[in-house]
């Protein structure tokens, strides 16, 4: 272990392992770790590590007082954690934690956020509730798994080359995978527990799996798509052309309709040879095997197609309390009847579709810019009879220029823009809409914190905060704002 320390002299340097004890949490799931110096505290801050435990991390990134690292492995597990009957996987690192426990850390660390990013010094007055997930486990409609000759040996801890792996990338790698043999609990368990047969068959086509770090091979990932309501799956393959005349489809579409039986509502093979690691069908060229390229999922009692590519929420039911709490504070207060509401970064119109059904006499305008989700958001709402919606693939700064008749008549924006968040510019533009009232879903309340500031220097005042779990056993947390001008 290439780290020195004294009394007084503390070198350590990117690359670097150390063992450390982890005392406390921050926002984004990041354990903090603190070494005593001659010249102060020096901390570590390790993700997705536990309060309680002790471990062994690798120096991604050193400043002078402090330095981020990569969890390689956990020496001594923290009092709290316990066992679960799932098999361990890197997405879900804090899975071994009581939910209860979660919510702490989550809640303390995202309220944290609004007053030392956003300057909101009230945020506990304005903070409404913490929504817990409906479903700790199994709560997932969508997964992608991954291929690679590079694989994980669970019971040996040993990397093993020219291996047959479909699994889950191992903790801090891009190139190995760990077999996934049992349900990680997060997925839908009937699928996850079959998952070694789907294995084993595409194994003795003899064609290899993907081999990361030189780029070649056949089989790269297999992505699944579930619909709760129907309780079907929706499954696409994904390789590259290297041998593909040697690839049997109709043998492989065979063995997956046996295997799921009437649980199948679609089997897509995609060939992409795009040397990046994504399974995107806009990458190459897709095929449908079997059955239909969307399932069919409920909403707060609309039904949406979801396609492969489609964005829709990952877990259902916690999306539908995320739902109902942003049409609440849209509705808090004040009469829209006969006003006009902007779905903004709309997708495929989800939310926009529920407060067109759920607020009477309004008018719902969605817009975003990939004219494809737009497609999508209108066929779902002829499919559920909404006609108090149009959808538009429009850019947010060039809308009022291209249907000047909205200008001065949007009364809410509803807001839902990528983990990301709003660029700068095109949150001027939002401002500029000169909507009354602000509704903002955020995947990530740093970066919401971060716009609250420039929202609150434009005349828009946070009036309320709730954080929404949709994602049990990740540090992952949700928010939803109401923004009042």
């Not at 993700?47 to 002790?54: F, H, K, L, R, S």
């Not at 954690?81 to 995202?110: C, F, N, R």
């Not at 992409?272 to 909403?299: C, H, M, T, W, Y």
């Not at 000169?434 to 609150?456: E, F, H, M, W």
Request: glycine share 6%.
């Amino acid at each position: 272990m290439d780290v020195y320390l004294c009394a007084k002299v503390f070198i350590l340097k990117r690359a670097d392992t150390l063992e450390i004890e982890i005392t406390d949490y921050a926002f984004g799931g990041m354990g903090i770790g603190k070494i005593d110096t001659s010249e102060g505290q020096f901390v570590v801050f390790v993700e997705n590590a536990i309060p309680g435990q002790t471990v062994l991390t690798r120096i991604a990134k050193k400043r002078k007082k402090f330095a981020e690292g990569k969890l390689i492995s956990v020496i001594k597990k923290s009092a709290q954690e316990y066992d679960v009957p799932y098999q361990p996987v890197s997405g879900a690192p804090y899975i071994t934690l009581p939910v209860s426990i979660q919510h702490q850390y989550k809640k303390v660390s995202a309220i944290d956020q609004y007053s030392r990013i956003g300057g909101i010094k009230n945020i506990e007055e304005i903070f409404d509730e913490y929504i817990a997930s409906p479903v700790d486990f199994f709560y997932r409609n969508k997964m992608e798994y991954s291929f690679s000759s590079i694989c994980q040996n669970l019971k040996t801890g040993q990397e093993e080359d020219d291996a047959f792996a479909l699994g889950f990338k191992t903790r801090g790698t891009w190139w190995k995978v760990e077999n996934l043999d049992t349900t990680s609990g997060l997925f839908d368990e009937q699928f996850e527990n079959q998952l070694k047969e789907i294995r084993l068959f595409l194994e003795k086509t003899k064609l290899p799996a993907w081999h990361p770090p030189q780029k070649k091979g056949f089989f790269r990932h297999l992505v699944v798509r579930k619909s709760f309501d129907k309780d079907q799956l929706l499954i696409n393959l994904v390789t590259s052309s290297q041998d593909i005349e040697k690839f049997d489809r109709n043998s492989f579409s065979s063995f997956i309709q046996k295997l799921l039986g009437s649980r199948l509502a679609g089997l897509q093979h995609t060939v992409n040879d795009d040397v990046a690691d994504r399974s995107k069908i806009e990458n190459g060229l897709n095929q449908l095997l079997f059955g239909e390229p969307v399932v069919l999922e409920k909403l707060l009692n609309l039904h949406f197609e979801i396609s492969m590519e489609s964005f829709f929420q990952t877990n259902p039911k916690s999306a539908e309390l995320l739902y109902s709490k942003a049409i609440s504070y849209a509705t808090s207060g004040e009469d829209l009847t006969g006003k006009v509401l902007m779905d903004l970064f709309c997708g495929t119109g989800t939310i926009g579709q529920i407060m067109a059904s759920q607020i009477e006499n309004v008018k719902v305008i969605g817009v975003d810019i990939v004219a494809e989700a737009i497609d999508d958001a209108k066929r779902n709402a002829k499919r559920n009879k909404i006609s108090n919606v149009d959808f538009y693939a429009a850019d947010v700064g060039k809308f009022l220029v291209e249907y000047p008749h909205y200008t001065n008549k949007i009364h809410t924006i509803m807001l839902d823009p990528p983990r990301a968040g709003i660029a700068p510019k095109t949150l001027q533009k939002v401002i500029h809409l000169g909507a009354k009232q602000i509704v903002y879903v955020s995947c990530n309340p740093s970066t919401q914190a971060r716009d609250t500031k420039t929202l609150n220097e434009a005349g828009y005042e946070l009036k309320k905060i709730s954080l929404v779990d949709q994602f049990p056993h990740t540090s992952h947390i949700e928010a939803v704002a109401l923004f009042s001008r």
